[in-house]
């Protein structure tokens, strides 16, 4: 008896699934944990190497802001990562242990900052020879970030650096390993 082509096709749409369950279930799509030194930074002079004011107008603009080392010495600073987007620290949104822990803020975010009811991924900088653009990151102790950013100390898989808005808060995570979870 010959196989009809209904047939044929409900057995390769039968071994594409799977196949499909079969790396889903043995970590070939999954989520790898690895222990990552994680470093700090923020948009501050310090961090990103910039300076107010240019020597080409005796430093008199001084609201304008100018890379101070580096190749792009003299450029004018953008505040963007390498690829084009803003950095931002890692928000829980409303529905997170943060939430819990100060209830008295709920009523604020809701009517004044309803933009951040949701959780917002932070900006991560690492070798995107080994971490392409786009990579999901989960740090214990700072949350959810991608990577947007490169620096031009953070070389190799071993190293990443994570974005907070101040400087403060930089100075206070400083240099951690932790074991990261990369998708």
């Keep these: 008896m010959k196989p009809t082509q209904t047939t044929l096709r409900h057995i390769s749409v039968s071994l594409c699934l ?14 790898r944990t690895r222990t990552i030194e994680t470093t700090a930074y923020c948009g501050c002079k310090k961090c990103c190497s910039w300076t107010r004011g240019s020597w080409k107008y005796l430093k008199l603009n001084i609201w304008n802001r100018y890379y101070s ?25 409303l529905f997170s242990l943060d939430s819990l822990k100060r209830p008295w803020v709920l009523p604020f975010r809701i009517v004044f900052f309803p ?31 991608i990577v ?9 898989p071993a190293r990443i650096d994570l974005f907070f808005d101040s400087h403060h808060k930089a100075l206070q995570w400083g240099r951690q390993k932790k074991p990261v979870s990369i998708r």
Aim: hydrophobic fraction near 30%; proline fraction near 10%.
């Design 69 to 93: 080392g580096g190749p792009d010495k003299g450029k004018p600073y953008h505040g963007k990562t390498a690829n084009g987007k803003t950095p931002r620290q890692y928000y829980p949104g």
């Design 115 to 145: 933009w951040l009811l949701l959780p917002q991924p932070g900006t991560i900088a690492a070798d995107t020879k080994h971490y392409p653009f786009g990579t999901v990151m989960e740090i214990p102790g700072y949350g959810k970030g």
């Design 18 to 31: 799977a196949v499909f369950l079969a790396m889903l279930f043995s970590g070939c799509a999954g989520v």
């Design 148 to 156: 947007e950013d490169r620096g031009s100390a953070i070389k190799g």
